[in-house]
């Protein structure tokens, strides 16, 4: 047995899952549109020609792609790692549940979402927020994408210290606020108070969103969000790998989905591409039996979200010329799980998520060519656990 690394790209779906329909993503496919596009020449911005992924195809993503939707895309090679294809059995389509459901908690109630209404959060609510917060007033009180809102209200925000708040399709409520003119402490505590207020009404997600700049041309989000969630209510792969005297390693925005439960040691807040080199670094620093489980989040915030289709293949690019550097510290004992939490198909309708399956790529020694067929969510820590033998935990 040797280290176990768990990535997750998030948003990178391989096509709508059996129940798309319930979400109005029947005939989305975040990596599928995305092939699409580029081998017919309509994803040539910043880059050119077909999806070159070759170490990602090695592994087996489009081998997924089409066991999960029967699409076959052109001019791709075998595949000689392992793979599958995961559907999420809770209810959502976001972040959270879906990382949940990988490390063991499936929720089928799923978490109160927002209707479309302005004002969108409850009187009540609001009023104690502001009370216990010590903030006079909010701007916003909408479904809005982040970047909008920020410049729609910034300006304003500024003037009157008045935090801008927002939601979206999913079960979150969100704070944007300016680090320099509201303060980053001040937006993390009020952040920490509304996720005490609106945990009673099964609101899954509080998000603190601080940018910076001087007028609505200049504003720009930071690197400084955080997520309050809460934890599942059971032990999860990350509780075992701690219960087994091992450590588990978040990267990214890992610790945050998880409420900093399970977590020996955190590393965030920077751009995805350090993130990836500080991911090997503590690879090659890690034990035997640890974990060590990671968010790649700009193809879902950078590219996902804003439907730009050539930037979500550039990123995919440049990750997969990040692989052989990940593969070259494996040992002949380390397992490597790469899959997503979710869609967000850049070609689709709207800026949500997408309902999607996703795909599931497995490089082991000795494992070659075998495909683990259509599998759930929580099965993907299924055999994360018994590769790092924790079924007693």
């Not at 790209?9 to 129940?19: E, I, N």
Request: glycine share 10%.
């Amino acid at each position: 047995m040797g280290k176990a690394i768990l990535i997750v790209l998030d948003s990178l779906g391989v096509g709508g899952a059996p129940d798309a329909s319930l979400y109005n993503d029947e005939g989305s496919n975040t990596f599928g549109s995305i092939a699409l596009a580029c081998s017919n020449g309509d994803a040539d911005i910043g880059r050119k020609g077909a999806l070159k992924v070759p170490n990602l195809e090695s592994l087996g993503i489009y081998s997924a792609t089409r066991l999960s939707t029967g699409l076959t895309l052109p001019n791709t090679n075998s595949t000689i790692g392992s793979y599958a294809v995961a559907k999420e059995r809770s209810k959502g389509k976001d972040t959270p549940t879906g990382h949940h459901e990988i490390v063991g908690y499936t929720n089928p109630i799923g978490w109160y979402t927002f209707p479309e209404v302005v004002p969108v959060f409850p009187e009540k609510q609001m009023d104690m927020l502001i009370q216990e917060a010590k903030v006079t007033g909010f701007l916003g009180n909408k479904h809005a994408s982040g970047e909008d809102i920020i410049k729609e209200y910034g300006e304003a925000h500024l003037d009157s210290g008045y935090p801008i708040v927002y939601t979206s399709a999913d079960s979150v409520f969100q704070i944007a606020a300016h680090e320099q003119g509201f303060g980053l402490d001040r937006l993390y505590e009020t952040c920490k108070i509304a996720a005490e207020i609106f945990n009673n009404l099964r609101v899954q997600r509080i998000i603190a969103r601080p940018f910076l700049g001087g007028n609505k041309d200049k504003f720009f989000r930071t690197k400084n969000r955080k997520d309050f969630i809460s934890p599942p209510p059971i032990n999860t792969l990350c509780d075992k790998v701690i219960k087994s005297g091992k450590k588990c390693f978040g990267i990214g925005k890992i610790a945050d989905i998880f409420g900093h439960r399970g977590i020996s040691k955190s590393i965030s807040g920077m751009s995805d591409d350090k993130l990836f080199d500080e991911m090997l670094n503590v690879i090659e620093k890690a034990n035997t039996g640890d974990l060590i489980f990671a968010n790649f989040v700009e193809f879902d915030t950078l590219y996902g979200h804003r439907r730009d289709l050539p930037g979500y293949a550039r990123a995919l690019e440049k990750f997969d010329k990040q692989l052989p550097k990940l593969f070259s510290i494996l040992n002949r004992d380390d397992f490597l799980l790469i899959t997503a939490d979710h869609g967000n198909d850049p070609s689709f309708a709207g800026t949500d998520h997408t309902r999607e399956q996703v795909p599931v790529l497995i490089k082991k020694h000795n494992l070659i060519n075998k495909c683990y067929g259509l599998i759930n969510f929580s099965d993907i820590g299924c055999l994360v656990e018994s590769f790092l033998r924790l079924e007693k935990y």
